[in-house]
């Protein structure tokens, strides 16, 4: 054998010993896939959150998610917060366009606010990296039913599944089912909507005392003076994810909220 041919034997040899630890390092890889699974698991399969392969590298997110809040002495629908609180929350229902979502979260920060987004199910099927966002920026995160449906119009088995199966999502996602529950298409609850809420692990529903009406899209001024002029220490302020005209509203508002001496805090902060 010639030495060309040696040398051509040599380098074959180390590109398939290459390919071979290639092949077993993607095999390892595969193993430890975080990819989001969109179909449910029977709800008495449910499990915490997803653990990493040894030796993969974990998330390190900013702020943990939290757990259901539980706020001794108020009821059980929390529709405004202690009125002798210089604070406000502004709670986002959470769907759209996760560019806008994203810009209103980058708002909120530069203004020094931190928000409650109650995420719509299907949403963050779509948009999964949405959940951590909200997380990482300091906000909060809760369930907004899995389609929006009228949950209140819905049998219980129905309704107790637009519950649950949101919850299996932001427990997939985070580690948590969420701060809050807020019902859709609605501003109250209803007893059987209450009851089985805090079946599927929530102590609260979370309504509102002012809605700012923006999902009409009715211009980032009139979103502004809504907020503003309707706003008072320790309200829960209904707002929407989605919508150009409530990300060019919230910096007004928050310096509106500002020269009346209000901070917006989370809802959580808000009550306890």
Excluded at 96 to 120: F, S
Excluded at 174 to 180: D, F
Excluded at 239 to 260: M, S, Y
């Amino acid at each position: 054998m010639t030495s060309l041919d040696r040398r051509s034997v040599l380098r074959a040899a180390a590109s398939a010993a290459a390919v071979g630890a290639l092949a077993s390092g993607c095999a390892r890889a595969g193993t430890g896939s975080s990819a989001v699974r969109v179909t449910d698991p029977p709800h008495s399969e449910r499990a915490g959150p997803p653990t990493s392969s040894p030796g993969a590298a974990s998330p390190s997110p900013v702020h943990a998610a939290r757990p259901p809040t539980r706020a001794p002495g108020l009821p059980v629908e929390i529709e405004h917060g202690p009125r002798d609180r210089q604070a406000v929350a502004l709670t986002f229902h959470g769907r759209g366009d996760p560019k806008l979502a994203t810009a209103l979260l980058g708002e909120a920060e530069r203004g020094g606010a931190k928000v409650t987004v109650l995420a719509i199910g299907d949403w963050l099927d779509e948009h999964p990296a949405m959940a951590r966002r909200i997380l990482d920026g300091g906000h909060e995160l809760g369930n907004h039913t899995m389609h929006h449906r009228n949950i209140c119009a819905l049998p219980a088995d129905a309704a107790y599944a637009e519950i649950t199966q949101c919850a299996d999502r932001l427990r997939r996602l985070t580690g948590s089912i969420g701060s809050w529950f807020r019902p859709s298409q609605t501003q109250r609850s209803t007893t059987l909507v209450t009851r089985l809420a805090r079946k599927a692990g929530y102590p609260h529903i979370l309504s509102y005392d002012l809605d700012s009406l923006d999902a009409d899209d009715p211009g980032a001024p009139a979103v502004r003076r809504t907020v503003v002029d309707g706003v008072e220490p320790g309200s829960v302020v209904s707002l929407h994810l989605g919508h150009a005209g409530t990300v060019a509203a919230l910096p007004p508002i928050l310096d509106g909220l500002r020269r009346r001496g209000l901070r917006a805090v989370t809802t959580t902060e808000l009550v306890t």
